[in-house]
């Protein structure tokens, strides 16, 4: 079994940051790419951000230049440092990973139970 588990959120005002993580833990042999969601209320979920086990990332247009993801392979953790936030990031964050299962093969896609966001003055 694995699981991921976000960290991080909290309540900040426009201009602040936040540091998320997101831990993987459970029988896992590898992990390939780890990616940052967010699901704002009534809207659908959209990927924030994406590093490859290798470290190369990917960013939505909306966070390019604010946000940065970064991973600790030894840690099976991902982070997501938000710089000057802004009210519309308001969401819930969501981690997802890819991962192979040790003794099991196959990759397999796990998503985190998600941690709220909210930028307010």
């Known amino acids: 079994q694995v699981q991921l588990v976000e960290s991080g959120g909290g309540l900040v005002q426009p201009g602040g940051s936040l540091r998320l993580s997101c831990a993987a833990s459970?029988?896992?042999?590898?992990?390939?790419?780890m990616a940052w969601y967010h699901q704002a209320p009534g809207k659908q979920r959209e990927l924030v951000a994406v590093?490859?086990?290798?470290?190369?990332?990917n960013y939505a247009d909306f966070v390019k230049g604010r946000f940065t993801i970064s991973r600790d392979n030894a840690k099976n953790t991902a982070y997501l440092q938000m710089n000057s936030l802004k009210p519309e990031d308001t969401a819930v964050y969501y981690c997802?990973?890819?991962?192979?299962?040790?003794?099991?093969?196959?990759?397999?896609?796990?998503w985190g139970q998600g941690t709220q966001v909210t930028v307010s003055s």
């Open positions: 997802n990973a890819v991962i192979t299962i040790r003794n099991l093969g196959g990759r397999y896609a796990y």
């Open positions: 459970g029988n896992i042999f590898s992990i390939d790419d």
């Open positions: 590093i490859t086990s290798g470290g190369s990332t």
